[in-house]
């Protein structure tokens, strides 16, 4: 088949929706199939959006720069370029991984060719800190129905007011698709319950075949477990409790092991701040997704933080198929996790510290997480992914 992925986000950004199309591509190019991805390309002249041929020149009208987000308006001289585009790269469905502006732009053009639109929901949970958003809820409100041309709808998720609007817009695309794809179940039946009356399909996020085998740990005696955070650096993704538990862990274990932080975001600065005086913790920032990974070949087990906001976190398959466990605190994201997780008694800080005193005084169950990873990563797969993508993709 000839699939187009079609997201509003820059494809160079650092994040789990992304990680997951790169994935999701290079799984079903191993199949045989042939992928192309529509995304906005950074620069400020020539064409906006990058793809594996050319001929695209849809431009955003401007970026957004707390989402990072480049803002497409759903016009008929957009979806005629896009179905232009799709017609010439004869592609048989379309994928959209996002709800903005493209993403109705994409159902419009697939719509006048007559071939299906899958839309994957990467997070119906958007959630913020700060200051009340009442006051600025009404402009993103017409802005973002201005760009995707229709109305919002206004179902109460959560007293915030730009997150309630987000996870609408959210549920407008899914009710609006008629084929959609959660990688969690949890998700899933939370968009049933929200409104969403066609099928939703259960597909976990795939992790394509690394060249690089992966290894079970052994920790020998005397050596000090390794663990790894590595999420955007913001107050979603709780990297400073964490980075609290720590600093408590460590001083009930004698500086028993170490921690690394990779990612960036606002709370980079606070967690450097947290981390001065601890030789134990590495702050990383960003970096390169093949020192990611070597990172995580060399931890003992991957740490978690994320309370009610993620879907299926691209940490936990990455996880699991490096044959690494994963020390997490949100109940509702134990899919993947049933033999390689350790979940925390409680999501605080005290909660993380006593889990992580546990494993390092216990470091048995270090090497029991690491073997169960080996049963966990088949919900991964690429081949079960394409398998079932695939599916969805010609059902009638």
């Not at 959630?127 to 409100?141: D, T, Y």
């Not at 093949?290 to 309370?307: G, K, P």
């Not at 005290?350 to 216990?362: H, N, P, S």
Request: net charge neutral; charged share 20%.
């Amino acid at each position: 088949m000839r699939i187009a992925i079609l997201s509003d986000y820059y494809f160079d950004y650092v994040g789990g929706a992304q990680t997951s199309m790169r994935q999701q591509k290079l799984a079903l190019e191993e199949a045989g199939h042939t992928v192309v991805v529509v995304s906005p390309a950074r620069g400020a002249f020539g064409a906006r959006y990058q793809s594996v041929a050319d001929g695209l020149q849809i431009k955003p009208l401007f970026r957004l720069p707390v989402l990072d987000l480049a803002v497409i308006p759903n016009t008929a001289k957009n979806v005629a370029a896009l179905e232009r585009y799709l017609r010439d790269e004869h592609i048989d469905v379309v994928h959209i991984q996002t709800e903005f502006g493209l993403a109705h732009v994409a159902d419009a053009a697939a719509e006048a060719i007559g071939i299906p639109l899958v839309h994957t929901v990467h997070s119906f949970y958007w959630a913020s800190e700060g200051p009340p958003q009442a006051s600025v809820a009404w402009f993103i409100r017409w802005a973002l129905e201005k760009a995707i041309g229709e109305k919002i709808p206004n179902v109460l998720f959560t007293p915030r007011k730009t997150d309630n609007l987000l996870r609408n817009l959210v549920l407008a695309m899914a009710r609006k698709a008629k084929r959609v794809v959660s990688p969690s179940a949890h998700q899933a039946a939370d968009l049933k319950d929200a409104g969403v009356t066609g099928e939703i399909f259960v597909i976990p996020n795939p992790i394509a075949t690394p060249e690089l085998p992966s290894q079970a740990i052994t920790l020998k005696s005397g050596q000090r477990p390794h663990f790894l955070w590595v999420a955007r650096c913001e107050p979603v993704k709780r990297p400073l409790p964490f980075a609290r538990a720590v600093i408590d862990a460590l001083a009930r274990t004698d500086n028993g092991f170490t921690v690394d932080f990779v990612g960036e975001g606002s709370d980079l600065a606070a967690l450097k701040r947290l981390a001065a005086g601890h030789p134990e913790i590495r702050i990383q920032g960003a970096l390169p997704h093949d020192e990611v990974l070597a990172l995580m070949d060399a931890s003992s087990a991957i740490a978690l933080t994320s309370l009610g906001f993620d879907n299926q976190p691209m940490t936990i398959a990455e996880a699991v198929s490096r044959e690494r466990g994963v020390l997490y605190c949100d109940p509702k994201l134990s899919e993947g996790l049933h033999n390689s997780g350790f979940l925390a008694d409680s999501p605080d800080d005290a909660g993380l510290a006593d889990a992580l005193v546990t494993l390092v005084t216990t470091p048995s169950l270090l090497v029991e997480l690491s073997k169960g990873a080996v049963i966990d990563r088949e919900l991964f797969s690429p081949k079960r992914y394409v398998e079932r993508i695939t599916k969805v993709y010609t059902a009638r």
